[in-house]
């Protein structure tokens, strides 16, 4: 091999099987890593990323997966050059964990719950260092304090469910350190975690790789990123590479389509866009099956892609005076929303968590007010106190002028018509048995919407079609689809019984970039075909300038600032609403530039 070069993937095919035929789900693809370098794996959902890192851990599901050509070049310390497709399993778990470790997606389901955290990692430890268990104990203590886990001590024995999503990352990227591997493969380690929290994971996975020489492997859907991590970067679509190269050139000058519609799509925040363009508007499959740019494509470049749609001051400017002429729509005034923490046999009550702490705001009708903070802000809690899914403990909630938290259940039923909520996510809120069509027509047939199932049948189907799906879906389960998909099946369901106002709350958070650039754009689109009033929550505050007239931003139950979208981006008042802002990724140029020339300085062997 290479000097320097760690792990050299040749012509890799990973296909799957299933009753429909073969899924190629890695196809031919090539590429090197080299020691103390991070490279960038970055595609949408189903393009193979994670199918490669599978691969490279030798954790293909069997029989359906099976590799059908290339190698995995290990330059192994203890083995030698090595080709990790071909060894026994022995072998691989030897690799597993001293030469190769892997930090999955999904860091709950990754950890068991039965097991504290400490015992987790020291397991990890003693399965490959002859080592004992106060030996291991001790390291374990120091690999959390290297990952910047507050309370090492206390969190060596507390159970996943005890910790943040934030926390429970930091453990698994222990447990991958535990044995100094000399590759880190990182897949998705930052999705649908809070841009400050995301920032933390990836400055700390900066540091450990400066610190420990090795090469690393971050996996992502994200090119925003991608560019504060990354040297080089490696862009797959359906289990191919369209293209690779130092991370500067990719950002600078893009050569495939998909790259251009990936760096286009992702909010700004520092310009008004009225609509984001997508990954469609550059890309499209000719005859030949080939991915090729869009002939007739209104944008030639991701740069007059923002031109295009950029919204001028003065119609920010006459928006804002006219939605302050109109009557508010929704008034909270004074609202509270408290819960006792009880503990003992008794379960008394030694505490309370004050989640909504004596908010109060106005929403004018037809405008989209974003609320923005970290997980724990009480966001949520404040949306469902609105709706009363979670009863306020004091307060008023006045929708056109009358105070709901004195309905009884009965006209609460009825009010149900008019506010609904687009919830986090879109699977565990349909019904895994019933179609999507019944999903649908369930909440006009409780409302009387319609005069019988057939209109109410004709309703769903322009529905789905008017969220950008196809009538022909009526009868199909929600396993059957994408999350994009579904999402739009839920606001579909939403959208059926005619709301005068919704509630989004993270509706987009877990999406690939590509995927939430066309919800949101269909949010917009919707807003201004039905004459909505949204509450958009998110704790993403590019997302939300886009999607937002104006903002108000949450942290421990209150609102520490609130004010028109641009006035909070300019100027904002608050240290939150700063360090929000700070966290976001922004992919600039120049950063990028300074950052490349900051690691060339310190090495030159990476072979570009």
């Given at each position: 091999m290479k000097e320097n070069v760690i792990l050299d993937v040749k012509n890799l095919k990973t296909y799957f099987t299933n009753k429909r035929g073969v899924v190629k789900a890695v196809d031919d693809i090539s590429f090197t890593i080299h020691k103390g370098e991070t490279i960038g794996i970055v595609g949408e959902s189903g393009s193979g990323k994670s199918v490669t890192a599978l691969t490279m851990m030798g954790l293909l599901p069997k029989p359906q997966a099976s590799i059908e050509g290339g190698d995995i070049i290990l330059n192994s310390p203890g083995l030698g050059p090595v080709d990790v497709t071909k060894v026994d399993e022995k072998t691989m778990r030897k690799i597993r964990g001293e030469d190769i470790a892997m930090i999955f997606q999904e860091p709950m389901s990754s950890l068991n719950p039965v097991y504290t955290c400490g015992n987790q990692v020291m397991e990890a430890i003693m399965l490959h260092r002859n080592v004992s268990r106060k030996e291991a104990r001790v390291k374990t203590i120091d690999l959390f304090k290297k990952v910047k886990l507050p309370r090492p001590e206390k969190i060596f024995d507390t159970y996943p469910h005890q910790i943040s999503g934030g926390q429970k990352q930091r453990v698994m990227i222990a447990m991958a350190m535990s044995c100094d591997p000399r590759v880190l493969i990182a897949d998705e380690p930052t999705t649908a975690l809070d841009v400050t929290v995301q920032r933390s994971i990836v400055d700390l996975m900066k540091e450990l790789n400066e610190d420990n020489d090795m090469a690393t492997i971050f996996i992502t859907h994200d090119l925003g990123v991608i560019a504060d991590i990354a040297d080089k970067v490696v862009v797959m679509y359906q289990g191919k590479i369209v293209e690779q190269g130092p991370i500067f050139n990719i950002f600078n000058n893009p050569q495939h389509p998909y790259t251009k519609g990936l760096l286009a799509c992702r909010p700004r925040l520092d310009v008004k866009l009225r609509e984001l363009p997508t990954v469609s508007d550059f890309m499209e499959v000719n005859q030949e099956g080939e991915i090729v740019e869009k002939k007739d494509s209104?944008?030639?470049?991701?740069?007059?892609?923002?031109?295009?749609?950029?919204?001028?001051?003065?119609?920010?400017?006459?928006?804002?005076?006219?939605?302050?002429?109109?009557?508010?729509?929704?008034?909270?005034?004074?609202?509270?929303?408290?819960?006792?923490?009880?503990?003992?046999?008794?379960?008394?009550?030694?505490?309370?968590?004050?989640?909504?702490?004596?908010?109060?705001?106005?929403?004018?009708?037809?405008?989209?007010?974003?609320?923005?903070?970290?997980?724990?802000?009480?966001?949520?809690?404040?949306?469902?106190?609105?709706?009363?899914?979670?009863?306020?403990?004091?307060?008023?909630?006045?929708?056109?002028?009358?105070?709901?938290?004195?309905?009884?259940?009965?006209?609460?039923?009825?009010?149900?018509?008019?506010?609904?909520?687009?919830?986090?996510?879109?699977?565990s809120s349909l019904n895994p048995r019933q179609t999507i069509g019944d999903a649908i027509v369930e909440p006009m047939r409780f409302h009387r919407i319609g005069s019988s199932d057939k209109e109410r049948k004709s309703i769903a189907e322009n529905l789905l079609e008017e969220v950008g799906l196809s009538a022909d879906f009526y009868t199909r389960y929600p396993h059957e689809f994408s999350g994009g998909q579904r999402q739009r099946v839920v606001i579909a369901r939403a959208l059926a019984v005619d709301p005068k106002f919704i509630i989004c709350d993270e509706s987009v958070s877990a999406l690939d970039v590509s995927v939430q650039a066309q919800v949101l754009n269909l949010l917009n689109r919707l807003k201004e075909n039905h004459d909505f009033t949204y509450i958009f929550i998110s704790h993403d505050l590019s997302v939300v300038k886009f999607m937002a007239d104006r903002i108000m931003v949450m942290n421990e139950g209150k609102i520490v600032e609130a004010g028109f979208s641009e006035s909070i981006y300019d100027a904002p008042k608050s240290d939150y609403t700063i360090k929000l802002m700070n966290a976001i990724p922004h992919g600039n140029i120049e950063d990028i530039r300074k950052r490349t020339l900051q690691r060339k300085a310190k090495t030159d062997t990476y072979g570009y």
């Open positions: 209104k944008y030639k470049s991701a740069a007059l892609a923002v031109l295009s749609n950029l919204v001028s001051e003065d119609e920010v400017q006459e928006k804002q005076l006219k939605m302050l002429k109109d009557q508010p729509i929704i008034e909270v005034r004074n609202l509270k929303t408290y819960f006792p923490v009880r503990e003992g046999i008794f379960k008394k009550s030694k505490e309370v968590i004050k989640a909504v702490d004596d908010v109060s705001f106005k929403v004018f009708e037809g405008e989209t007010l974003g609320l923005v903070g970290e997980s724990g802000c009480g966001k949520t809690t404040l949306g469902r106190s609105m709706m009363r899914l979670i009863e306020p403990t004091e307060g008023e909630v006045l929708f056109f002028g009358k105070n709901i938290l004195d309905y009884n259940k009965k006209e609460m039923m009825q009010l149900r018509k008019d506010m609904q909520i687009i919830f986090q996510d879109p699977y």
